[in-house]
C-alpha cells in the first residue's frame, strides 16, 4: 500500500499506518497540541492533570499519538498504581472532562485509539470525551469498548454580550433583572481566594439538600459529597490552575447565596455550583451563573462547557434557559475484567435499598 494511503475496516477509513505512541506525553508538545484545538478544555490541558497528580495519588500515564500525515492528539488519561495493568481514567466522574485533545480529529483516529486502548494491556480504561467530539467517538468507539449514554450542555459564546443576554430564556432573563435590582453583590476569586467560605456556607448546605431531592438520609449525601469533593481536592486544584480556577458567589447583605467554580482556559468549562436557603428565594444562583458567562465572554473563548445534565429535566431547563445546547455523547470504557458490571450491580442494590431517586 502506498504511505499515506486509505483502507477500510468496518466501515471505517483507517490511515495506512498507526500512529506512534509516547506515554506519558511530553508536556510541551502537549501543550501545542492544545493551542491547535478550538474546542479544548481546561481538563484536556498539562496544567489540568498536574494539578490531579499533585493533589491525589494518581499518577501521569497520558498518551501522544502521532500520525504520518503529522497529525498530533493528546489523550489524558492517569492511574492510581505505576503498573502496566493498572486501571487508567480519563477522567474518572468528578473529575472532569477528558478525552482526545488536537486539531483535525475524526472518526479514523478515534478508531486507531480506541484499537490502542483495547489491546494495551490495562485491566480497565475509562474515557470520559469532550462532548463535542460526540459524533466521532460515536462512529468508532462502541466497536472496541462499552459505551454508556451521558447528556451535557454547552454554550455557544458566539455574538455581543448584548446578543447572549438576548438568547436568555423570558424566565432566566427576569430572574437575572430581579437579583439584580436587589442588594445582592457579584463578586469573583481567581485561585482558590474563599474557597472555605464557598465550601462551608454554600457547598456543605447543598449536599443536604440535594440528599432530600434524592430520598438519600443526610448523612450519607454529607459523607458522598464530601468524598467526591473533598476540601482538599478543590484547594490542589485551584492552587494549580492559578488564575484559570475562577469562584464566582453572590453575596446578599454581605452574606453568600449562590456560587460557581468556572474553570477558564481555551474555553471555560462550569464544573461545580451551589447554593443555600437564601440563594433558592432570591434568584441568586441565576444572576451567578450569568455573571460567570459574561465574564467567560470577556476572556474571549468559543464555548462555556455546563457540565452534566443526565436525566434531570430540571437541571437541563436551567441550563437551557442561558441558552445551552444540549449534547447526547457516550463514555467509553475498554476493560479486561468487569470493573463496570460489578460497579453498576453494587450501586444499583444500593440504591433500592435506600430507594433513591436518580435526579
Not at 49 to 67: H, I, M, N, P, Q
Not at 198 to 223: C, I, K, M, T
Request: hydrophobic share 40%; aromatic share 8%; charged share 20%.
Amino acid at each position: 500500500m502506498v504511505d499515506g494511503e486509505k483502507s477500510v475496516v468496518g466501515g471505517l477509513p483507517l490511515l495506512a499506518n498507526a500512529p506512534s505512541v509516547v506515554s506519558p506525553a511530553p508536556v510541551e508538545i502537549w501543550s501545542e497540541v492544545l493551542a491547535c484545538d478550538p474546542n479544548a478544555v481546561v481538563g484536556q490541558a498539562p496544567i489540568w492533570t498536574r494539578a490531579l497528580v499533585a493533589g491525589t495519588r494518581w499518577k501521569d500515564c497520558s498518551r501522544l499519538y502521532e500520525f504520518d500525515d503529522g497529525r498530533r492528539f493528546v489523550l489524558p488519561l492517569v492511574r492510581r498504581f505505576d503498573a502496566r495493568q493498572a486501571p487508567q481514567s480519563g477522567f474518572a466522574p468528578s473529575w472532569g472532562i477528558g478525552g482526545l485533545v488536537g486539531a483535525g480529529l475524526d472518526a479514523s483516529v478515534v478508531s486507531h485509539v480506541c484499537q490502542d486502548l483495547a489491546s494495551a494491556g490495562s485491566l480497565s480504561v475509562h474515557v470520559r470525551p469532550n462532548p463535542t467530539q460526540a459524533a466521532h467517538w460515536a462512529e468508532a468507539g462502541p466497536r472496541f469498548g462499552t459505551a454508556i449514554q451521558r447528556r451535557a450542555h454547552v454554550l455557544s459564546l458566539q455574538g455581543s454580550r448584548n446578543e447572549l443576554f438576548a438568547g436568555l430564556s423570558s424566565s432566566t432573563r427576569r430572574r437575572v433583572r430581579k437579583a439584580e435590582r436587589g442588594t445582592l453583590e457579584i463578586v469573583s476569586y481567581a485561585g482558590g481566594d474563599e474557597l472555605d467560605t464557598y465550601y462551608d456556607e454554600l457547598y456543605l448546605p447543598s449536599l443536604a439538600r440535594w440528599g432530600a431531592a434524592q430520598n438519600e438520609p443526610e448523612f450519607l449525601a454529607r459523607v458522598r459529597g464530601q468524598h467526591r469533593d473533598p476540601r482538599a481536592k478543590l484547594k490542589a486544584l485551584a492552587q494549580g490552575l492559578g488564575e484559570s480556577f475562577v469562584l464566582t458567589m453572590a453575596l446578599i447583605d454581605g452574606r453568600p447565596a449562590a456560587g460557581n467554580i468556572v474553570l477558564i482556559g481555551p474555553n471555560a468549562h462550569y464544573t461545580r455550583g451551589a447554593m443555600n436557603e437564601l440563594g433558592a428565594s432570591s434568584g441568586a444562583s441565576h444572576a451567578t451563573m450569568w455573571h460567570a458567562i459574561a465574564a467567560a465572554k470577556q476572556r474571549d473563548v468559543s464555548w462555556f462547557h455546563m457540565g452534566e445534565s443526565g436525566t434531570n429535566e430540571g437541571m437541563a431547563r436551567y441550563k437551557e434557559g442561558f441558552g445551552a445546547t444540549a449534547y447526547d455523547y457516550c463514555e467509553y470504557r475498554f476493560e479486561r475484567f468487569p470493573f463496570l458490571a460489578i460497579d453498576t450491580a453494587l450501586r444499583s442494590g444500593v440504591k433500592r435499598i435506600l430507594r433513591f431517586k436518580d435526579k
